[in-house]
């Protein structure tokens, strides 16, 4: 039960912060200078490119590059920091695919704590359950009187 208030509070927190993306997106000099888009779901998404020094440096491996895209982000969560999303956000990043690693895909998005596929699936099985054994014991009383 304790739960259910936890989950009912982390949903007025991602209501809270798709608003907070919402107003940055369609307003902030920052949104727009970091290149930053959204989509339906909240989650914020840019794209980065290494520069040619990075990409033809012979004395840089390849397995290298990521941290190259991670120093890249710093002014994107320094941004986030300003804006306190940096506690409720997650980050992932990938290379796109067909750039032979010259581009990274950099995924910002809410994090559910409490909330899961695993938890909805239980909460409508108790409610089920429950609503069979009202059901049961309703009509056994009704049928005893």
């Known amino acids: 039960m304790f739960r259910l208030f936890k ?9 809270d912060y798709l608003k907070i993306i919402d107003k940055e997106s369609k307003n902030s000099p920052t949104w727009v200078k970091r290149k930053l888009r959204k989509d339906w779901l909240g989650r914020m998404y840019t794209v980065i490119n290494l520069p040619p020094e990075v990409i ?4 840089l491996p390849k397995e290298s590059r990521p941290s190259f895209v ?8 320094e941004y986030f920091k300003s804006l306190n999303l940096e506690e409720i956000l997650t980050l992932y990043t ?14 910002y998005q809410f994090v559910f704590r409490e909330l899961s596929v695993l ?14 054994v009202i059901y049961k014991w309703g009509y056994l009383l009704h049928n005893l009187i």
Not at 119 to 132: C, N
């Open 7 to 15: 989950v009912i509070k982390e949903l007025i927190l991602y209501r």
């Open 56 to 59: 033809f440096a012979v004395d």
């Open 70 to 77: 991670v120093n890249e982000i710093r002014p994107i969560n």
């Open 94 to 107: 990938k290379p796109v695919e067909g750039t032979n690693e010259e581009s990274y895909l950099v995924v």
């Open 119 to 132: 938890w909805i699936i239980r909460f409508l099985a108790e409610i089920t359950i429950l609503s069979i």
